[in-house]
């Protein structure tokens, strides 16, 4: 016997499945792909290459960039250093801050050394701090530098990455300052003034001083260099990379697209900025807003090391004898939080800045949501618990819809003796016994597909959870309970080593926690509230499905998982009152008591 309201939620099971695996498909990774990430950038860092530049001076009065060697780009060829080691072969400038730590390089005048005080390898507040930047020399480097190029056909000696500066003092703490000077000994005196605030921003200020008897000509820059691919997730739902916003909207290009296309320019920008991002942190320049600028994105080394640039030139300018020159740029470094972000994009103007958060193609729900989710924790304490309240208020708001869902598969089930006698007529007709089921569905006021638009709405509220909690830095390492140490990592717990009592580690494909249990029975329990269908094949897909779920969900975000349970739970319930309301037999019972007696 086929019954109109199991064709409804089969129809929804498979759309389900459709996105469930599309969703793997395109945005998941096997583990086994980023394991060999990870080892690839383990190799990367073993070894070294030669450097590159995508700074090149633009011509007298232009704004092109164009991939070119620059002085100081490239990488001694050799062994890589212990990190520690490499720090210590030059002088520095000490960074403190309640956000990082870390130096400045005297020799280079380089910002090659951060770390975040208030992020962690790991959930044990006893892991290492992440690391940000990284000397030249030390495995996987990345810094920022700044500085001059001379226009083309000149060849005033600017700085480079060998250029030792004096320095006004020994530490940089926010609100202060320090100086770095330079005497190139041809007539032209460099400064380098460099603040901090309290977070994750510098502003550099170069400047230069033409004693000489000739005009200079020349253009400042900024550079992001980073050595090594770093080992991104490579899921497609996250952008990791040289990112910018340039040419008047968001240019993104991964780190192997970057090695293909070798370099990118923009030859003239007014506003935006450019940087290289991963999943949580992130680095960017941001020049001043009011004048233009060229960019460009770049990728050399070599095969084995590659190296990743993004770099931000100003127009050339020429300093008379006497005169004086300065331009200032920004250096973001540090984590991508939320209203960190928006703040410094208020304050600098700059141009789309939150675009530094990859929000998605549902961003017009993941954004309120996310607002949403930061509202109620802020009343609670735990995102956990915050999860749980939020999906009661989307249930809340979808509550007309899934109630006339319910209310006319409950009307299905009552003129279900009417269904069958039609198919039993006309079982040789399809179209008649099509056209009388059409004619049925409209006495009885009947939509045959509302059982599938609860799930279909579902679909971009789940994408935009899944977003929040994959993307924002506010969700990493956010406990619940128990167990649950971080809701944006999946389950930590194995049904196959009998949740840890076992002393092994089974491969990824066998890993299936408690929750992803629960979720497993809570989407079986609300399976039983309908009739077994008595078509072999429905009956199959049915059976299997709770299961097929089960194991696709443990891979991923607890708090995923968490929120889709306690979601089936809310709906069971739901159901359940509105079928007795409008006294339909409740089949939940019935149906386990009948899946046991079978067992």
């Avoid at 320090?178 to 994750?200: A, C, P, S, W, Y």
């Avoid at 949501?369 to 924790?377: D, G, N, T």
């Avoid at 708001?397 to 299905?412: I, Q």
């Avoid at 569905?441 to 279909?456: D, F, R, W």
Wanted: hydrophobic residues 45%; positive net charge.
């Amino acid at each position: 016997m086929k019954s109109e309201d199991n064709k409804n939620l089969l129809l929804a099971i498979a759309l389900s499945v459709i996105v469930m695996v599309g969703w793997n498909y395109f945005y998941g990774k096997p583990a086994l792909d980023q394991q060999r990430q990870q080892a690839q950038s383990q190799t990367n860092a073993a070894q070294s290459g030669s450097g590159s530049s995508v700074l090149q001076p633009p011509v007298q009065g232009g704004t092109a960039v164009t991939p070119a060697p620059a002085p100081g780009s490239t990488v001694a060829a050799g062994a890589k250093i212990p990190r520690d080691q490499a720090l210590a072969l030059v002088p520095r400038l000490k960074i403190e801050s309640p956000a990082l730590s870390g130096s400045i390089s005297l020799v280079g005048g380089r910002i090659d050394d951060l770390s975040l005080n208030r992020y962690r390898e790991t959930v044990d507040p006893k892991s290492a701090n992440i690391v940000l930047f990284a000397p030249n020399g030390a495995p996987d480097a990345y810094f920022a530098d700044f500085g001059w190029l001379p226009a083309a056909g000149q060849s005033a000696l600017v700085p480079g990455a060998e250029t030792r500066w004096q320095a006004s003092g020994d530490t940089l703490r926010p609100g202060g300052t320090v100086t770095l000077t330079h005497d190139n000994g041809q007539g032209l005196v460099f400064t380098r003034v460099i603040g901090m605030d309290e977070k994750f921003l510098f502003t550099v200020t170069d400047s230069v001083k033409n004693n000489g008897s000739n005009p200079v000509a020349l253009s400042a820059y900024g550079r992001i260099s980073r050595h090594g691919t770093p080992a991104v997730l490579g899921f497609f739902i996250l952008h990791e990379g040289l990112i910018g916003y340039l040419d008047d909207k968001l240019q993104e290009m991964t780190f192997s697209d970057a090695v293909k296309a070798k370099a990118k320019t923009f030859a003239k920008n007014n506003g935006g900025w450019l940087g290289i991002t991963e999943k949580y942190w992130a680095s960017a320049l941001v020049p001043s807003q009011d004048k233009p600028f060229s960019a460009a994105f770049g990728a050399g080394g070599t095969a084995a090391n590659p190296v990743y640039e993004t770099a931000a030139i100003g127009e050339v300018a020429t300093i008379q004898p006497g005169g004086e020159l300065s331009s200032t740029m920004r250096l973001f470094a540090g984590a991508k939080e939320f209203h960190t972000i928006n703040t410094y994009q208020k304050a600098l103007n700059a141009k789309n800045f939150d675009l530094m958060i990859d929000w998605g193609w549902f961003y017009f729900i993941t954004k309120p949501l996310f607002h949403l989710m930061e509202w109620v924790f802020a009343l609670v304490g735990n995102f956990g618990v915050t999860i749980l309240i939020v999906t009661v208020l989307i249930k809340l708001a979808l509550f007309p819809l899934a109630n006339k869902s319910y209310e006319s598969m409950a009307r299905m089930k009552a003129v279900q003796p009417e269904m069958l006698a039609i198919r039993d007529r006309f079982a040789d007709d399809k179209q008649k016994q099509q056209q009388a089921m059409m004619e049925l569905y409209k006495k009885e006021k009947i939509n045959p597909l509302a059982g599938c638009l609860p799930v279909l709405v579902q679909i971009p509220i789940f994408f935009a959870l899944y977003k929040v909690l994959f993307v924002t830095i506010e969700m990493r390492h956010a406990p619940f309970f128990g167990w649950i140490k971080d809701l944006a990592a999946p389950d930590p717990t194995n049904m196959f080593n009998l949740f840890g009592l076992l002393p092994f580690t089974p491969p990824a494909l066998l890993h299936l926690g408690i929750w992803p249990i629960i979720m497993g029975i809570t989407m079986w329990l609300q399976m039983k509230m309908n009739p077994e269908p008595t078509d072999p094949v429905q009956k199959a897909v049915f059976a299997w499905m709770p299961l097929l779920f089960t194991f696709m969900l443990a891979s991923f975000p607890a708090g995923l998982v968490i929120y889709w349970a306690w979601n089936n739970i809310l709906s069971v319930a739901q159901q359940y009152a509105i079928m007795r309301k409008l006294g339909t037999k409740v089949e939940l019972w019935d149906n386990l008591k009948a899946t046991f007696k079978r067992g």
